[in-house]
């Protein structure tokens, strides 16, 4: 399976640009690239996935270089509200076809 | 629609004690699944069921029940649990099980306490 690695933690301003990297140097060519956040205590969000091609939609950014081994979730304009964990996962494609894995993600705290 | 409902929102309960967590789902979903979530960690897969079936038992310990009754339910029977299950039990859908471009909808858990 391939695995994903992310800071444990980043800050960022309110109203700048968040940028959260992932790798996933193992990635395989059908495996997608999705994104979730966990504001505390609530389940998990999803934000948006993609396979290679960047994507964009009301919530964030995606960008995943050309060779698939990393990406990168943008927030344009930060918010208080977007302060959560964010789990970028690889999708492993098996018989079953379903697992989702998080891996630990990464604590994004948006300051006043 | 886009909910995943799950009841009860806590749950306190003896290690004597049996009870059931539910979830349901009314997007057409077929896959439905259970994680456990421990404080300050990442959720972690215990069961998949797709078009009813089980299809993922990530070897859970046979004091957690899951039972998939039709295709918007889903429960997860607990008995003679342990204090160390104490955890947030997440339910997530899917519209199918075997798309490579699918979408995990959550619910908001059940907050579990083992005493």
């Known amino acids: 399976d391939a695995k994903t690695t992310q800071p444990t933690s980043m800050d960022c301003a309110e109203g700048r640009a968040a940028n959260l990297p992932c790798n996933h140097s193992t990635i395989s060519g059908n495996e997608y690239v999705y994104w979730y956040r966990q504001i505390h205590s609530q389940g998990p969000q999803y934000i948006i996935h993609g396979l290679k091609n960047n994507e964009t939609n009301e919530m964030a950014s995606l960008i995943i270089t050309e060779d698939r081994k990393s990406s990168t979730l943008i927030l344009p304009h930060a918010t208080l509200r977007d302060t959560a964990v964010y789990y970028c996962i690889v999708r492993p494609w098996d018989n079953y076809g379903q697992n989702f894995v998080f891996g630990p993600g990464t604590r994004l705290s948006v300051l006043p | 629609d886009t909910e995943v409902t799950q009841t009860p929102k806590h749950l306190v309960m003896g290690m004597t004690n049996k009870k059931s967590l539910k979830c349901e789902q009314h997007m057409g979903h077929r896959a439905m699944y259970w994680y456990k979530q421990k404080a300050k960690k990442p959720p972690e897969l215990m069961f998949v069921y797709s078009y009813e079936k089980l299809s993922i038992n990530e070897s859970v310990p046979s004091r957690f029940s899951p039972e998939c009754p039709n295709s918007s339910l889903l429960n997860l029977h607990l008995h003679a649990l342990q204090p160390e299950d104490s955890a947030l039990y997440l339910c997530?859908?899917?519209?199918?099980?075997?798309?490579?471009?699918?979408?995990?909808?959550f619910g908001s858990g059940t907050q579990l306490s083992v005493l």
């Open positions: 997530a859908s899917s519209q199918d099980p075997y798309g490579l471009n699918e979408k995990l909808f």
